[in-house]
């Protein structure tokens, strides 16, 4: 008869599996501009299901009810550092395309599947369970130690990826905290630091106890790995959709043109933006700013990047401060907030408009304005 002992570890990984079930329909099936790149979270999610199916069967020793169950496949290990890489990829890169060769990536699975075949097949010739085989002891801890590699290596890949986007989003995007990927870098670092942590666990568990410890040992980190894995599918599909304007690996151009050249076409640019106001849109990136002016975005962050040795963020950013500076001096303004003035010159975040303030003029905003006050009560 199955023994249902149930305890706090095992509660929640049974909530689990019913949390994870939901969101990996929903990112599977949901209709969304990231539906692709979804699905390949949403099997992450599944693995870990199916991973917790198994711990569950164990814990609650199913085979005594259901001989077989054993069986069924429901590790997949060697897959989850791939699948979440791709997702990365795929996130923050809408031209990336998943194509037959990406299969390689994969291939380790199937050293997964035949060594659950052979564990099997020595379980059913010796009429015991898989676990209680010589082939699952010697076997299980070389899979567990590949599975530990792969993902902690697919990870840093993974982190590498989206520093980069961030990298290229501030070169593209004048305001882009929309954008900003920072909650699935600090979830895939955490992922990556608990899988890691499964190192000492199963050393231990193979030299000293010949692999025998039991699975309630191992619950901290099984329930550490569920509750990471599905608050990162919960973050994805919550979260609104990032939909880029722009393609995030913009093809280089030739130098054709001399540098003097280029700082003349950089003095009209700032001519350009100073007589349009360019900078008081919010939504203002390198492909919008380009068709304003009615030129090339390669053409335009060249400009940027050689004739002011600057990125589009950094310039766009420093005349939006400017331009709240010269309200703030002003006096006419002093009935709005510093947010309402921040919003009226194109920030539309509070967070990035701090950040970007001090970045440009080393103090803050809210201290710069008392400093203004301090000056002008010192004049009188």
């Given amino acids: 008869m199955c023994e249902l002992n149930l ?9 689990s599996i019913f949390i994870g079930t939901t969101f990996g329909l929903l990112l599977i099936f949901t209709k969304r501009a990231n539906r692709k790149a979804n699905i390949l979270l949403g099997i992450v999610t599944f693995i870990i299901v199916f991973w917790s199916v198994w711990i569950l069967s164990l814990d609650f020793q199913i085979t005594n009810y259901l001989t077989y169950f054993y069986l069924i496949p429901l590790n997949y290990s060697l897959a989850l550092g791939p699948l979440l890489y791709l997702y990365v ?3 923050t890169d809408f031209n990336y395309h998943i194509s037959k060769k990406h299969g390689v990536h994969f291939l380790p699975l199937i050293i997964e599947l035949t060594v659950h075949i052979i564990i099997c097949r020595d379980a059913l010739i010796n009429n015991i369970t898989a676990v209680e085989t010589d082939t699952y002891l010697k076997l299980m801890p070389i899979i567990q130690f590949l599975a530990i590699i792969s993902i902690i290596t697919y990870s840093i890949y993974s982190l590498k990826a989206i520093k980069f986007y961030h990298f290229w989003l501030k070169k593209n995007y004048s305001t882009n905290d929309a954008y900003s990927l920072r909650w699935l870098y600090r979830l895939i670092t955490i992922f990556a630091i608990i899988w890691f942590s499964w190192t000492p666990y199963t050393i231990i568990d193979y030299v000293v106890f010949d692999f025998q410890l039991g699975i309630s040992d191992y619950y901290p980190i099984y329930v550490l790995l569920s509750i990471t894995t599905i608050w990162i599918s919960a973050e994805a599909f919550l979260r609104p959709e990032v939909i880029l304007l722009e393609t995030n690996k913009p093809k280089s151009i030739k ?3 001399p540098s003097e050249e280029i700082a003349k076409k950089a003095s009209w640019l700032k001519e350009q933006m100073e007589t349009n106001l360019f900078y008081l849109n919010s939504e203002l990136t390198l492909k919008s700013l380009a068709d304003n002016l009615d030129i090339h975005p390669n053409v335009l962050s060249k400009l940027i990047n050689d004739g002011l040795g600057k990125n589009f963020s950094d310039f766009i950013n420093e005349y939006r ?6 309200k703030l001096h002003s006096g006419n303004y002093d009935h709005i907030t510093l947010l309402g003035i921040s919003f009226e010159c194109g920030f539309n975040s509070k967070t990035t408009f701090n950040r970007v303030f001090k970045n440009i003029k080393g103090i803050t905003p809210l201290n710069y304005k008392k400093s203004i ?5 010192n004049f009188k």
């Avoid at 305890?7 to 990984?13: E, G, L, R, S």
């Avoid at 006050?373 to 009560?377: A, D, E, G, M, T």
């Fill in 7 to 15: 305890n706090f570890y095992n509660f929640i990984i049974i909530a």
């Fill in 321 to 326: 401060v400017n331009a709240i500076i010269q």
């Fill in 255 to 257: 130098k054709e043109n």
């Fill in 373 to 377: 006050k301090k000056s002008s009560l």
């Fill in 89 to 91: 990829k795929k996130i």
